[in-house]
Structure formats: C-alpha cells, structure tokens
C-alpha cells in the first residue's frame, strides 16, 4: 500500500472528506487530493506530523515505511524455509544442499550417482 492509499483509508475510516482532512492540516482539498492519488513526492514534515496526529498513528507508519517491501518478503520467506530445512535435516544438511546447488547440471547429475552408489552398497547408510 502506498502512502497515498493509506491517507486515503485513514481518512476514509475517521469520516473526514477530503476539504475538511484539507482544513485540519491548513492545505487546500486539492493537496489531500494529490497526496491520495500520489501525485506528490515530499509532504512537508509538519504535515506529516499533522497528519499522523489526526489519525493516531506514527508518521512511520503513515508514511508506510514499516511495510516491508516485496524483496524483503521474498527473501524473508527464503530465510525461513532455509530455518526449517535446518531444523529438519540439520546444519550440515543444508551446507551439503547449498554446495549441491552451485554445481551446474552435469556436475549435480554426477554427485546424485555417487551418492547413490554409496547407499547402494549399504556399506554407508545410516541406521
């Protein structure tokens, strides 16, 4: 969501139009207008002050900085799915797993019949 969205439903949800946020904060109904539509790029701080006190939320928050960003997500989901391959199969497991995954195919191909010739034989497989 951006900050514009955010006003926009802040606004929305404390029953304000867009003339009367406009007075609160001393602009015009146009400018809450483009603050919504996000046609403006830097509100001054004293209105986002403002408007963060109109609204009873931090300016971080209006200004949707503790949102994380698409990337951030991604790479949070990748971190805990690389947690609980850990926490299944252990450390070691992993550090196999990601050497395993900087081989190119031919070299994988090649590591997945050795391993598999070593548990073929039972000589080398855990109880």
Same mark, same amino acid.
């Given at each position: 969501?951006?900050?514009?969205? %955010? ?8 029953? %304000?139009?867009? +003339? ?18 996000? &046609? ?12 963060? *006190? ?11 900085? +503790?949102?994380? &960003?698409?990337?951030?997500? #991604? ?5 805990? &799915?690389?947690? #609980?391959?850990? *926490? ?15 081989? +190119?195919?031919? +070299? ?14 039972? #000589? %080398?497989?855990?109880?």
């Amino acid at each position: 969501m951006t900050m514009g969205e %955010y006003i926009k439903q802040l606004r929305i949800q404390h029953g %304000y139009s867009q +003339d009367e946020l406009g007075k609160l904060c001393g602009v015009n109904r146009a400018a809450v207008n483009k603050w919504e539509l996000g &046609t403006v790029e830097n509100i001054k701080r004293s209105t986002i002050k403002r408007l963060s *006190e109109i609204f009873g939320v931090s300016p971080c928050e209006l200004m949707c900085f +503790d949102e994380p &960003t698409e990337e951030e997500l #991604k790479i949070q989901k990748e971190v805990e &799915t690389l947690e #609980k391959f850990q *926490e299944c199969f252990g450390r070691e497991t992993l550090e196999a797993a990601s050497l395993f995954m900087k081989l +190119d195919e031919k +070299d994988r191909s090649a590591v997945t019949g050795i391993i598999q010739s070593l548990l073929s034989s039972g #000589k %080398y497989e855990r109880e």
